[in-house]
């Protein structure tokens, strides 16, 4: 059973109350990754930390480097998400009329773009791996449900759903270029 097929069945009225589910709710045939994996993007030595790249023959597998916030951007005086924004964790942003930033999607065709009027919220908090309390499922569950009803609803169909924008500060995209850029020189 996936996704298509449980759509199917309640469509057409099926007398089912539960759903037993196995490996298709953790992988999907269609899309067995979200577009990303768990590289090393920085190393950290006294306290210093420097950013790393992974470079590879495909351009959609360039890993964004550095230690990084992502923001969510909203239409002003809303809850209503249309984009989200990868920073450098020491880049802060704030509410904006303007800001020029750079789509992640390295296919991209019209890859600088010009954000306007928006409000920016950081989504990452940082942990104590040193406290012991645990946070309760229901509270992660909780949050991570709050986060997805924030994004447009035409995002979240199963049929051809749109694209929600990701994109990259200039900065990060900057640093990015110039780490491949010198693996390239290195490589000549």
């Known amino acids: 059973m996936d996704e298509h097929i449980i759509t199917s069945l309640l469509h057409e009225g099926a007398p089912i109350d539960n759903f037993g589910i196995g490996e298709k709710l953790i992988t999907s045939a269609s899309a ?10 920085a190393t950290e030595s006294n306290g210093q930390s420097t950013p790393k790249i992974k470079v590879n023959a495909s351009r959609e597998k360039l890993t964004i480097p550095g230690d990084k916030q992502v923001y ?5 005086g809303t809850q209503r998400a249309f984009a989200d924004l990868i920073a450098l964790a020491t880049e802060t942003i704030v509410d904006a009329t303007s800001l020029t930033v750079v789509n992640s999607d390295p296919l991209s065709v019209d890859r600088q773009q010009r954000l306007t009027h928006f ?9 104590d791996l040193s406290n012991t309390t645990s946070i309760p499922v229901t509270t992660i569950q909780a949050t991570t449900q709050a986060k997805l009803a924030e994004l447009p609803r035409t995002t979240q169909r199963l049929v051809n759903p749109d694209l929600y924008p990701v994109y990259m500060t200039t900065t990060l995209s900057q640093l990015q270029t110039s780490l491949l850029n010198k693996m390239t020189i290195l490589a000549d």
């Open 72 to 76: 969510r951007l909203y239409e002003p």
């Open 32 to 41: 067995p990754v979200l577009s990303g994996v768990y590289k090393l993007a």
């Open 119 to 127: 409000e920016a919220r950081p989504l990452l908090a940082p942990v």
